[in-house]
């Protein structure tokens, strides 16, 4: 007999972001947002394979990350990080960033995952968050030195979230 598959939190969530339209980047462009999910590492071996703008605007899962299931039917994550981040260059103040990247695509694409947060049926959180703003986030990020191809701003968002197994439904965005 075979039993109940386990909540795939990575697939979950590729497949509520998978749903997102395309949207404006700083440059005005339309972009898809890009899902990929690792430790630092990974981001790494991922932008060194690099398609230049094709990579963003990015969502992150950062891992390491724990997951307490229940019942084989819904798995909970308390602060779960989510890495919103776009190409930017180093030469902006910081005031310039929130001028361009912040306000045209990282704050738009961080109420969009909290929207589709809120409306899908595979996820639910509490409407608590938390985020932290970074310029020049790759000059930053932990373990690096330095080693990032892309220079971004980042929106780095810490949520507790719940996913279930039920099937997803389409997501109006």
Known sequence: MIGKSTVKVVDRLTEIFAQFPQMAGADTNLYKPVFKAGDQKELLAFFAQSQGNSNYPLIWLDMPYEEQHFNRKRVKIDRMILILAVETNSQMLFSER????????????????????????????????????????????????????????????????????????????
């Open 98 to 173: 929130l001028d361009t990247t912040f306000k045209n695509v990282l704050y738009p694409l961080l109420d969009r995952v909290l929207d589709v947060f809120t409306v899908a049926n595979t996820i639910t959180y509490n409407s608590d968050f938390n985020i932290a703003l970074f310029g020049n986030y790759s000059d930053q990020a932990e373990g690096t030195e330095g080693e990032f191809i892309d220079i971004w701003d980042v929106i780095k968002l810490t949520i507790d979230v719940e996913i279930n197994d039920t099937c997803l439904r389409t997501i109006k965005i």
